[in-house]
């Protein structure tokens, strides 16, 4: 199973990026748990949110009520759609899959990662 990120940049704060992870290698793709974690610079990896194989969502605190996870299972792609972006919210962000989509997703030790797309919000 492979995932590629695509869709970071260099956006001022307040404005919006829509983050996609295009997965290959991958059966049955409803059956699997999606996640996005991010790492900023000098700090350590995040879990950033997640959607299970019922299109249940959670979401950390830092990120709730402005981003916002989905998934198409016919184009095996995950989503990660980033409203009201912050200068905190400047990080590396990896896409990962797993197939125990039925299990609590924050804590799922994902098997699968992609290479990670470059956020950067700045004025």
């Known amino acids: 199973v492979q995932l590629q990120a695509f869709g970071g940049g260099l956006v001022p704060p307040g404005n919006s990026l829509r983050l996609s992870c295009a997965l290959s290698?991958?059966?049955?793709?409803?059956?699997?748990?999606l996640a996005w974690f991010r790492q900023a610079p000098g700090k350590e990896r995040d879990w950033v949110s997640c959607?299970?194989?019922?299109?249940?969502?959670l979401y950390s605190d830092s990120v709730k009520g402005r981003f916002t996870i989905s998934r198409d299972n016919a184009r095996n792609t995950v989503y990660l759609q980033m409203n009201d972006l912050r200068p905190e919210d400047t990080a590396v962000y990896y896409c990962?899959?797993?197939?125990?989509?039925?299990?609590?997703?924050?804590?799922?030790?994902?098997?699968?990662w992609g290479q990670g797309t470059l956020v950067t919000v700045s004025s």
């Open positions: 290698g991958v059966n049955n793709l409803d059956y699997h748990a």
């Open positions: 959607i299970n194989s019922a299109d249940s969502t």
């Open positions: 990962v899959a797993d197939r125990r989509g039925g299990s609590y997703c924050p804590i799922i030790p994902y098997k699968y």
